[in-house]
């Protein structure tokens, strides 16, 4: 018995189809992420990076976000604990993290 032609094709069209659904998943994903998504998660972030480091103190109001500066970030979250240089966070479009660090300069008042 001699197999149809068609049916050669049929793995590369499967493969096809999944990456297709794939890609339209993470579009849809990152189509719907919001700048208070990416906000939250990197402010509880710090609530977690300040406890390992520093210790208790830290508050989810002290942190801000604003408009990422450099290539490729989408915000910059910057938390001012009480004592200390600040915590920042540099997120891209799709809310992964670009950078992360402390910043050199005393808090300000």
Not at 5 to 18: K, N, S
Not at 46 to 72: E, M
Not at 76 to 81: L, M, N
Request: proline share 7%.
């Amino acid at each position: 018995m001699k197999m149809p032609r068609w049916l050669l094709f049929a793995p590369f069209v499967c493969l096809v189809a999944i990456f297709a659904i794939n890609g339209a998943k993470l579009g849809i994903q990152q189509a719907n992420l919001a700048e208070t998504d990416v906000i939250n998660f990197y402010a509880n972030q710090y609530l977690s990076d300040h406890q390992s480091l520093v210790g208790d103190g830290a508050a989810l109001t002290d942190c801000l976000a604003v408009p990422g500066t450099k290539p490729r970030v989408w915000i910059e979250v910057r938390c001012t604990p009480p004592v200390g240089p600040a915590f920042i966070y540099g997120a891209g479009r799709d809310g992964q993290l670009i950078y992360a660090g402390r910043d050199g300069a005393a808090p300000e008042a």
